[in-house]
């Protein structure tokens, strides 16, 4: 969620509708400190997220696009650049969890 309204919102000089606390917790270069509470993960909350930005654009707030870089060399100059990245960094998520676990049962078979 951070990084979507951090591609998305705040490139586009749309003010984020997420609070500065969840910023904080998940932002670029965090490290999860335990378990997440239902209202930062839910569906509900990211569903939510994607109606935000239909809102965002219906009203127009999207006129601009602010160029930026990510951490992956990928250079997003346009809006739906930053869309499709958020994409694919969400696909990201669930790929490293299997490795996190496939790696955490080789190491202890009998778990």
């Known amino acids: 969620m951070v990084t979507q309204q951090s591609l998305v919102c705040d490139l586009s000089g749309v003010p984020l509708r997420i609070s500065d606390e969840y910023v904080w917790k998940f932002g670029r270069g965090t490290v999860p400190d335990g378990m997440a509470r239902e ?50 960094h969400e696909g990201l998520h669930p790929g490293v969890i299997r490795f996190i676990k496939k790696t955490i049962l080789s190491a202890n078979p009998k778990t």
């Not at 990211?46 to 602010?66: A, P, R, T």
């Open 39 to 88: 209202e930062e993960t839910g569906a509900g909350f990211l569903i939510s997220m994607g109606e935000w930005d239909q809102q965002d654009d219906n009203n127009g707030d999207f006129q601009k696009y602010g160029e930026f870089t990510t951490s992956n060399k990928v250079t997003l100059q346009s809006l739906e650049d930053a869309m499709r990245f958020n994409n694919y």
